[in-house]
């Protein structure tokens, strides 16, 4: 396709305000919306979360976690990773570092 790198482009751009509108929103209903959006983009347009984005979303219900909001963090040094705890389905989501 000719435009495929505009429409890339643009994909991209939603992406990152879709995050920043689920971060700012309280609405749970509403930024899981934005989360799952946000995704479904992603897909449709084969254009990849930003890894910021990507290891924030949480597997078990799709929403965007954001530290102190709805998910908790903890460290777990001795197996060296970091558990983002959903709060809104409790899944637990295992980031090595
Ligand atoms: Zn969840």
């Known amino acids: 396709m000719k435009n495929s790198s505009i429409v890339k482009d643009i994909a991209k751009e939603r992406i990152v305000s879709l995050a920043s ?5 309280n609405d749970e209903k ?6 799952r959006l946000m995704k479904r ?6 254009v990849p979360l930003p890894k910021e984005i990507k290891k ?3 597997r078990g219900c799709g929403m965007l976690m954001s ?3 709805n998910c908790v963090v903890r460290l777990v040094s001795s197996k060296r990773y970091v558990l983002y705890t959903c709060t809104r389905c409790k899944k637990e989501n295992r980031l090595p570092y």
């Open 21 to 25: 509108l689920a971060e700012k929103e």
């Open 67 to 69: 530290p102190g909001k």
């Open 41 to 46: 983009i992603s897909l449709h347009y084969k």
């Open 56 to 58: 924030r979303i949480c």
């Open 30 to 35: 509403l930024a899981l919306r934005y989360s």
